[in-house]
């Protein structure tokens, strides 16, 4: 393989990498985070904020901090 590859310990299991965990937990986050939001605020503003915040600080943590590798 050519290219800058990053090595065994990047894979959680075998077939599923960092990259492909963020995008699994973005929509949780949002939906875990919306849940408690709107339990203790009313409306729907405030929760979808603190949703998408959240939701967004894993998309720039995927693709900033911790970018995908190439294939």
């Known amino acids: ?3 800058s590859h ?3 310990e990047t894979a959680i ?3 599923v ?4 965990l963020i995008l699994l937990a973005i929509p949780l986050v949002f ?11 009313s409306g729907y503003a405030l929760p979808v904020a ?6 967004g600080a894993l998309v720039v943590d995927g693709l900033f901090w911790h970018p995908p590798g190439e294939a």
Do not use: T, W
Not at 50 to 55: H, Q, R
């Open 17 to 20: 990498d960092r990259a492909d």
């Open 1 to 3: 393989m050519s290219g």
């Open 31 to 41: 939906c875990v985070v919306y849940a408690v939001g709107s339990l203790l605020a």
């Open 13 to 15: 299991v075998e077939g």
């Open 50 to 55: 603190g949703a998408s915040l959240a939701s």
């Open 6 to 8: 990053r090595g065994r």
